[in-house]
């Protein structure tokens, strides 16, 4: 018998490396198992179809299929993980020791190209109408579905989108505002609108959004930012001095702002909007970050007020520049009317809730996308795949169902925000299931996002990180290390930590929770005797559960009777919450403020999983609305279940996992899949 021969750096085992696929392939690619089993990531093609035109038009399975491609061109992920290890530094003086006013932060190039690819990917711009573009479909589902695709890539320069988006909604508002005694307001605002939504990133702004100091994070009523209106004498040394611009040749605003601003995840930005006391309460202002410094013929800028006090050292979201700001100065523009800035911050807290909320599952995809290829590929005993190994798939098919119940949560609302704002007819016309999701009353849609919007940037954002956990975890050690070879694609550990951010930024779970309960127990509709709840949700429930019931009946699935019984769980769920939310005083409904966001996902989730399988009557989707109906369904219900469910086939609920987890193409034939993604 021979010795062995003891393995070296150049001998001996080494681990195939995992092909990670694209995430979505046009219809007419490839072989069809299902229309939707030609992408790796089957929900993300099945919300689609629920919410843009079927069968998707051409030029958006094109962008799809094209984008999907480029985030994992390694010219792409080396731009991802440049932003991730060359971090942002802080330049505060020049070489004689006076303050930099003209380039005090630095940020990485790859930071700076993420952006661009972004800025004309359309993450933003996609949600707004666009000259060239036809989009008589829900722009906000092509502009998220884009979002989705570029998460696990992004390395969060989604974070300065996200604030950009809401400005653009912001601004667009009081397009139609007289300018009063703020010449040239309306003319500021148009201009930053378009170059906030453009696709060209010559021309492009992001935005920040500037609330939290160091009194506190949501509670911005001990905001210690002043602001004041100039003087005339100031203003006419400004002009004299050819400091009355912006640096691209916009007018300042007639307000000046001092204070101090403790977290701006926007520090590299165009422009902000921000809160400052004034004589009348808590405002709103728009200013510019950059000015001129000359006469007009001058290119010479310097920051508008603006100095950066220190960069925060994060857990995560390492590119992203954020800072502590001294405003000294900054001139700005009075956005809406004095002492109503919460309202006017309002509309772009919903739309950042919204993006943060959709950055959970968009992270959380490609964690499963790798720990998926890793499966295919991995050895774990006697040359046993790990794709054979049943309690492994049985795992993460668990993680897989709460994946695809958060993902059709999310573009429920996504979809709800683009009925808002295009109208009903607009975006449901030529769609499998936007008519029977969407309410038709636009007071409805507004309240049934204003409802879930706190619920999903809540749950989903606390699901995706325990989700991205057990993905790095499904990979052993490896998963545990900073992989930024092989262009970082798998390094689920930075989309881990990047992913926590979600769940504290734009308000922690306890005060979504509160926010929810400020929807469900408002004084001003318990008042007039309203039920919210159930006049919002509840007919909203009960509307989507009777097409469900409808479709599976009549459908040409012939899926009659399969959810009689989750139907039935999810009613009793949602008696739970009603009872719950009416019968509970205001201290009692606090203390139970996390349970009532565990109520609305449950039911939420449940109902459009349901839905969306009878669409097609597709086995899988079938078998993980089931399995998230059990998941989620009370205790009562469950010992029911147990008592009276018929004994299981193993080796079936085996296969079931596989194809869960893996997708059908995977499950039946792994080899060709391999050889498919080669």
């Known amino acids: 018998m021979e010795p062995r021969k003891p393995s070296s750096s150049t001998s001996g085992f080494f681990q195939a490396l995992p092909i990670v696929p694209q995430q979505y392939t046009?219809?007419?690619?490839?072989?069809?198992?299902?229309?939707?089993?030609?992408?790796?990531?089957?929900?993300?093609?099945?919300?689609?179809?629920?919410?843009?035109?079927?069968?998707l038009p051409i030029p958006l399975q094109n962008h799809f299929h094209d984008f999907a491609r480029l985030v994992l061109e390694p010219s792409t992920l080396q731009?991802?993980?440049?932003?991730?290890?060359?971090?942002?530094?802080?330049?505060?003086?020049t070489t004689f020791g006076e303050?930099?006013?003209?380039?005090?932060?630095?940020?990485?190039?790859?930071?700076?190209?993420l952006k661009q690819i972004q800025t004309r990917a359309g993450v933003v711009g996609y949600g707004y109408p666009q000259p060239t573009l036809k989009q008589d479909f829900n722009r906000r589902v092509h502009q998220?579905?884009?979002?989705?695709?570029?998460?696990?890539?992004?390395?969060v320069t989604t974070c300065p989108m996200a604030m950009t988006d809401g400005a653009a909604v912001l601004l667009h508002r009081h397009f139609d505002d007289l300018d009063g005694d703020q010449p040239g307001r309306g003319a500021v605002f148009r201009e930053s609108y378009r170059r906030?939504?453009?696709?060209?990133?010559?021309?492009?702004?992001?935005?920040?959004?500037?609330?939290?100091?160091?009194?506190?994070g949501s509670d911005v009523r001990g905001t210690e930012t002043v602001a004041r209106r100039m003087t005339a004498q100031e203003m006419q040394d400004d002009i004299n001095s050819g400091r009355d611009r912006d640096a691209y040749g916009l007018p300042l605003g007639p307000w000046i702002v001092d204070g101090f601003k403790w977290f701006s995840s926007a520090t590299d930005a165009d422009m902000a909007v921000l809160l400052a006391q004034t004589s009348k309460g808590l405002s709103a202002f728009y200013a510019p970050l950059r000015r001129r410094t000359g006469r007009t013929h001058s290119l010479s800028t310097e920051t508008n007020g603006i100095r950066i006090q220190r960069l925060k050292n994060k857990l995560g979201t390492k590119g992203v520049p954020t800072a502590e700001l001294e405003l000294k100065g900054m001139r700005g523009y009075l956005v809406g009317q004095e002492g109503q800035g919460i309202k006017e911050i309002s509309s772009i807290l919903n739309i950042t809730r919204l993006h943060t909320a959709s950055g959970g599952p968009g992270a959380l995809a490609r964690g499963l996308?790798?720990?998926?290829?890793?499966?295919?590929?991995?050895?774990?005993?006697?040359?046993?795949?790990?794709?054979?190994?049943?309690?492994?798939?049985?795992?993460?098919?668990?993680?897989?169902?709460?994946?695809?119940?958060n993902t059709h949560l999310v573009f429920l609302g996504v979809a709800l925000l683009g009925a808002t704002e295009?109208?009903?007819?607009?975006?449901?016309q030529r769609t499998l299931g936007a008519a029977a999701l969407i309410p038709r009353s636009k007071e409805k849609q507004e309240m049934l996002l204003r409802l879930l919007t706190p619920v999903m940037k809540a749950q989903v954002t606390l699901n995706s990180v325990s989700g991205l956990r057990a993905c790095m975890e499904s990979l052993g050690g490896v998963g545990y290390c900073e992989n930024n070879e092989d262009g970082g694609v798998m390094n689920i550990a930075r989309l881990f930590r990047d992913s926590v951010v979600g769940t504290i930024w734009e308000g922690t779970t306890s005060v979504m929770a509160e926010d929810v309960l400020r929807v469900v127990k408002n004084p001003k509709t318990q008042s007039t005797g309203r039920d919210v709840l159930d006049e919002i949700f509840g007919d909203w429930v009960r509307n989507v559960l009777g097409a469900i019931k409808s479709a599976a009946g009549n459908g040409p699935h012939q899926t009659a009777g399969v959810f009689a019984a989750e139907c039935e769980m999810t009613a009793n769920r949602y008696k739970a919450l009603h009872d719950l939310v009416r019968s509970s005083d205001s201290l009692g409904l606090q203390r139970c403020g996390r349970d009532i966001l565990d109520h609305i996902e449950a039911v939420a989730c449940a109902c459009l999983l349901m839905f969306d399988a009878t669409v097609d009557g597709d086995e899988v989707a079938t078998e993980v609305a089931r399995r998230w109906v059990r998941m989620t369904a009370l205790p009562a219900d469950r010992v029911k279940m147990q008592n009276e469910g018929p004994s299981r086939d193993r080796l079936k609920e085996i296969e079931m996992d596989r194809r869960i987890f893996l997708g059908s193409t995977a499950a039946e034939s792994?080899?060709?899949?391999?050889?498919?993604r080669l």
């Not at 303050?99 to 940020?107: A, C, G, I, S, Y």
């Not at 295009?422 to 449901?428: A, E, F, I």
């Open 99 to 113: 303050e930099n006013k003209v380039n005090p932060l630095r940020t990485s190039e790859g930071w700076r190209a």
């Open 144 to 155: 998220f579905g884009t979002l989705h695709l570029w998460h696990g890539t992004a390395a």
């Open 26 to 55: 046009a219809s007419s690619q490839g072989k069809v198992f299902s229309r939707h089993e030609t992408s790796d990531d089957p929900v993300f093609s099945r919300v689609l179809s629920l919410y843009l035109p079927d069968p």
């Open 196 to 216: 906030l939504v453009s696709l060209d990133p010559t021309s492009s702004w992001t935005s920040g959004q500037w609330m939290t100091e160091r009194t506190g």
């Open 369 to 405: 996308a790798v720990s998926r290829a890793y499966t295919l590929v991995r050895k774990v005993r006697d040359g046993q795949l790990l794709r054979d190994n049943a309690q492994h798939l049985a795992w993460m098919a668990g993680e897989s169902v709460k994946y695809r119940a």
């Open 670 to 676: 792994p080899e060709a899949t391999i050889q498919a």
């Open 422 to 428: 295009q109208g009903h007819d607009v975006v449901t």
């Open 79 to 93: 731009h991802t993980v440049d932003c991730d290890t060359d971090l942002p530094t802080l330049h505060p003086l």
